[in-house]
């Protein structure tokens, strides 16, 4: 059974006539009624009562009319919404992040979003590394913004950016007054840490100038760090794009010695087609950042 021939039965019933029908639907009335005959073949019970004057629906054809009404009226809301998702008039897209990503990256891109394609719903989720790449894998988000590198797994990866890492230090701190500060001369510091990747890369960056760091706090949420080292609790290790502007009690210093650094890509699942509203998203994206760079 077709949708094709559920519209000529359709057009059958309402007319009462075959010959109408045919004219209707700019058909030869022979081909009509063979695609009639053939409907009726395949529910193997007759469909119409044809009459020499008119032609009527059996109690079978009458079931077979309210159903085929909905399933065309259900073909033709699947048709537009399709064809809605694909000139980017609908859908809904799920982006993951890492916040300091989201919190400086991702604004300048959804709102150009919603600037060209505002029919389509944008949802943001933001979590660690890892936490993006599960919702990836397992299709609650489509596209991610990780730290490389990225967690094993099916995964793509299309390279944003590489940024360093600065500390963030009380305003009342010795630190606040310098520039620029070696990590090598900081061992004696309390630390309070970024969970995550970054926390990772940190970590390693001190271990690499010669000292275990001395933890006194750690947290995965960015603004907790920030009035955390606002409140003189310690300095904080983190990437450039969770220092940049004015926190309260803070001031930002950067790195001498070996530079410290963290690459972030856009992450997508390994062989899976991206919806048209995920494609403009990431060429948006990757366009904002080339210009950025």
Sequence with gaps: MDLYQLEYFLEAARQRSFTRAAQSLHLAQAALSEQMRKLEAEFATPLFNRGRRETTLTAAGEILRRHAELLLTQASLARREV????????????????????????????????????????????????????????????????????????????????????????????????????????ASEGFIFYKGRARDAAHAACRD?????????????????????????????LPGLATRGRHPNCTQVELGGTPVQRSVAL?????????????????LLTGINSKSA
């Design 209 to 237: 100038a010669g000292f275990e760091p001395r933890i006194v706090c750690e947290s995965g949420e960015l603004d907790t760090i920030r009035s955390l080292v606002g409140a003189g609790l310690g300095i904080a290790l």
């Design 267 to 283: 992450l997508r699942r390994q062989g899976q087609a991206l919806s048209p509203a995920a494609q403009a998203f990431q060429q």
């Design 83 to 186: 064809m809605d998702l694909v000139e980017l008039r609908g859908g809904r897209l799920v982006i993951g992040a890492i916040p300091s990503v989201s919190a400086s990256i991702l604004p300048e891109a959804i709102s150009a979003m919603r600037r060209d394609y505002p029919s389509v719903e944008l949802a943001l989720l933001e979590g660690t590394s890892e936490q993006v790449a599960q919702w990836i894998d397992g299709g609650k988000a489509e596209l991610g913004i990780v730290q490389l590198p990225a967690p094993a797994g099916g995964f793509e990866e299309t390279w944003l950016f590489t940024e360093a890492f600065a500390l963030l230090v009380p305003d009342s701190h010795r630190l606040a007054q310098e520039q620029r500060a070696d990590l090598a001369a900081l």
